[in-house]
């Protein structure tokens, strides 16, 4: 599938950070506006490759529109990069290319049930997806969002997911912390309460690789079909353009061809061990 735009540009453009929150202990959400000109516009599941000078550049997929909050990324802190990206101040200039990559499709999910299903940071990039699913209550048939992280400390939009109005939204955590009274264990195991037929479902995917092949392969087996579900996959993303190969996946580059992609198309790739 080709990319949504083609119209990227080859060198950073200037970026405000005008607003900044912490998510997480080591996760910060930034809001952007531009300096001078805009990049073109973002659909929801592409990414920006986001440039702190003096550091370098990652790929961050937008976590907020223009249209619905903002120009926004989330980023947790774990290289030189990102931790730099955290640390930034409202004021501070950052650079940014793009956009980059497919995104979700949810147009293509119009009339069926949806199944959102997030792991840790993976809720970022399907955050605006389950705005505009929950801002068009006549699109979908029903709308479920669940949600898995390492401990309630780790949940990112916590304010927000209580106001989606969705037929199910489920938490579940891997270590529970003091007062924590919702589910423990696999994300998965909130697919048996989430309200959805499966011949007439869509599900999008975004969150740790292992996660994403549980979630897929339970939801094949349930009877949605491979080629309904759609995953966001992560790679070494340097270039953006589909000229270095870093980010590559089988005859896939997925700063091009992903990073959402049928779970179809991506199955045979992601059951050879260590790809």
Not at 11 to 35: G, I, K, S
Not at 79 to 95: E, M, N, P, W
Not at 97 to 115: K, N, S
Not at 125 to 152: K, M, Q, Y
Request: aromatic letters at 6%.
């Amino acid at each position: 599938m080709a990319p949504a735009s083609g119209h990227a540009p080859a060198v950073p453009v200037p970026y405000r950070v005008v607003a900044r929150w912490r998510e997480t202990p080591d996760t910060v959400t930034l809001r952007l506006d531009p300096v001078a000109e805009a990049l073109p516009d973002f659909v929801p599941g592409q990414f920006a490759m986001v440039h702190c000078f003096g550091r370098g550049e990652i790929p961050v997929s937008v976590s907020s529109l223009p249209a619905t909050g903002g120009l926004a990324h989330t980023v947790r802190g774990v290289g030189a990069v990102s931790r730099g990206l955290c640390a930034t101040q409202v004021g501070d200039v950052l650079g940014l290319r793009g956009p980059y990559g497919t995104g979700w499709e949810l147009q293509r999910a119009v009339g069926h049930d949806v199944i959102v299903v997030a792991g840790g940071i993976g809720l970022a990039p399907l955050r605006p997806l389950i705005r505009d699913a929950v801002a068009e209550p006549g699109g979908h048939r029903r709308v479920n969002v669940l949600i898995g992280a390492r401990t309630p400390s780790d949940l990112i939009s916590k304010r927000e997911m209580r106001r989606w109005p969705t037929t199910y939204t489920g938490v579940a955590v891997d270590r529970p912390g003091p007062g924590w009274r919702g589910e423990v264990g696999l994300v998965t195991r909130l697919l048996d309460r989430a309200v959805f037929e499966p011949p007439r479902s869509w599900a999008f995917i975004c969150g740790p690789e292992p996660m994403i092949r549980a979630t897929a392969r339970d939801l094949v087996r349930r009877g949605v079909a491979a080629n309904r579900v759609r995953i966001s996959l992560e790679r070494n993303m340097r270039c953006a353009t589909a000229t270095c190969g870093h980010c590559q996946l089988g005859p896939m580059l997925l700063c091009r061809d992903g990073p959402v992609v049928n779970w179809d198309r991506a199955r045979p790739w992601l059951s050879i061990r260590e790809l």
